[in-house]
């Protein structure tokens, strides 16, 4: 069993940068694919980035890379998405997630019907 609590949503301007953070418990997180998505109003769980449980690999969405970054503290028990340059089309409901652990090499879950645990969101806002 897995509980995920996010924070650190709010209100940032064009430009302007937001860390995201998950606090995460259970049994299984720190051997978990631990990931973060997105959803705006009106549309559909968006894939933001991932990182494998040991903190070796990371993916991102190509519409992110180059801006955000996630990582891991060493117990594997927070996941953290630092995200800078931040445009307007950012806004959206950040959730974090955690999946299957996967083997050393293999590709990352992007697809949201592969995560298994889900936090309640935090909102990030981005003003033109």
């Known amino acids: 069993q897995v509980q995920l609590v996010e924070s650190g949503g709010g209100l940032v301007q064009a430009g302007g940068s937001l860390r995201l953070s998950c606090a995460a418990s259970?049994?299984?997180?720190?051997?978990?694919?631990k990931g973060w998505f997105r959803q705006a109003p009106g549309k559909e769980r968006e894939f933001v980035a991932a990182i494998s449980w040991s903190g070796g690999s990371t993916y991102y969405a190509d519409s992110v890379k180059g801006r955000f970054t996630i990582s891991r503290n060493n117990a594997g028990n927070t996941v953290a998405l630092e995200m800078n340059s931040l445009k307007p089309e950012d806004t959206a409901v950040y959730y974090c997630?955690?999946?299957?652990?996967?083997?050393?090499?293999?590709?990352?879950?992007?697809?949201?019907?592969?995560?298994?645990?889900w936090g309640q969101g935090t909102q990030v806002t981005v003003s033109s």
């Open positions: 259970g049994r299984t997180f720190s051997s978990s694919t």
């Open positions: 997630a955690v999946g299957p652990r996967r083997r050393d090499g293999v590709a990352l879950p992007r697809n949201r019907d592969e995560y298994d645990y």
